[in-house]
């Protein structure tokens, strides 16, 4: 059974910092890419960033040099450290695989980041 679970969410102020993580079970979590998408109420939802099976990321242009994707391949953890956020970042943040081997496609539960004054 596969499980994706986010946490790290909360309410954090302009400019402040916050750090996502997502820990993964019942996949080979070394061998594939994992994502981080965002969904704002009545927005559809975006890719934010991605990080390869190697470690290579890319982001949104909105969140070029905010924010930062990285991977624990021991703990089958995947982060998204968010720093100057912006009320515009405000949404639910949803963790992502599509499996290198099947092509199944799984998400976790979402995780609500506020940023709010």
């Known amino acids: 059974q596969v499980q994706l679970v986010e946490s790290g969410g909360g309410l954090v102020q302009p400019g402040g910092s916050l750090r996502l993580s997502c820990a993964t079970s019942?996949?080979?979590?070394?061998?594939?890419?994992m994502n981080w998408y965002r969904q704002a109420p009545g927005k559809q939802r975006e890719l934010v960033a991605t990080?390869?099976?190697?470690?290579?990321?890319n982001y949104a242009d909105s969140v070029k040099g905010r924010f930062t994707i990285s991977r624990d391949n021991a703990k089958n953890t995947v982060y998204l450290q968010m720093n100057s956020l912006k009320p515009e970042d405000t949404a639910v943040y949803y963790c992502?695989?599509?499996?290198?081997?099947?092509?199944?496609?799984?998400w976790g539960q979402g995780t609500q980041v506020t940023v709010s004054s």
């Open positions: 019942g996949i080979i979590f070394s061998i594939n890419a």
């Open positions: 990080i390869t099976r190697g470690g290579s990321a």
């Open positions: 992502n695989v599509v499996t290198v081997w099947t092509k199944n496609d799984y």
